[in-house]
C-alpha cells in the first residue's frame, strides 16, 4: 500500500511541474489491523461447512465496526462475495442468492454461540 501510495504522489508531483499547477496531498487515513476472536472465526466456518456453504477465511483493510467491538468483546465478521469483486464502492453489487447464504450462516452461528451457554463467551 506504501509503494502504491508512494507511486501515486511521485505522479502529483510530476503533473505540478508539467501542467504548473499545485496539488495538495493529505495523508492516507491507516488504521491498525484487528484481530478478531478465533473462537468466532472458527465457529463461523463451522457453520458454513454444515450448511455446505463454500467459505474461506480471510483478511479484511477495510475499517469495519469489528475493529471497535473487538476491543470490548469477541468479533468475527462473515463477508458475502460481491459481483466481480467490488466493495466499498458505488458499482458494488451482491447477488440475492449469497445475501441468503450470509444471513443463514449468521443466524445459525447466534444460534450456535447462544446454545454454548458459556457466560464468558462475550467477555473480551
Known amino acids: 500500500m506504501n509503494t502504491l501510495v508512494g507511486e501515486v504522489i511521485e505522479a502529483l508531483r510530476t503533473l505540478e511541474k508539467k501542467q504548473g499547477i ?5 495523508p492516507p ?5 484487528t ?5 468466532m472465526v472458527t465457529t463461523i466456518g463451522q457453520v ?4 455446505e456453504i463454500a467459505n474461506k477465511r480471510m483478511d479484511s483493510g477495510a475499517g469495519h465496526d469489528a475493529q471497535n ?11 458475502v462475495p460481491s459481483v466481480d469483486g467490488i466493495s ?16 443463514r450462516v ?11 451457554n458459556n457466560k464468558t463467551m462475550w467477555k473480551a
Open 35 to 39: 484481530s478478531l476472536s478465533r473462537e
Open 22 to 26: 499545485q496539488v495538495r496531498i493529505d
Open 48 to 51: 458454513a461447512d454444515q450448511l
Open 29 to 33: 487515513i491507516t488504521h491498525l489491523p
Open 106 to 116: 449468521l443466524t445459525e452461528t447466534l444460534k450456535n454461540l447462544s446454545q454454548k
Open 69 to 79: 467491538m473487538a476491543a470490548k468483546t469477541k468479533a468475527g465478521m462473515i463477508f
Open 88 to 103: 466499498h464502492a458505488p458499482m458494488e453489487w451482491t447477488n440475492w442468492r449469497d445475501i441468503e447464504r450470509g444471513t
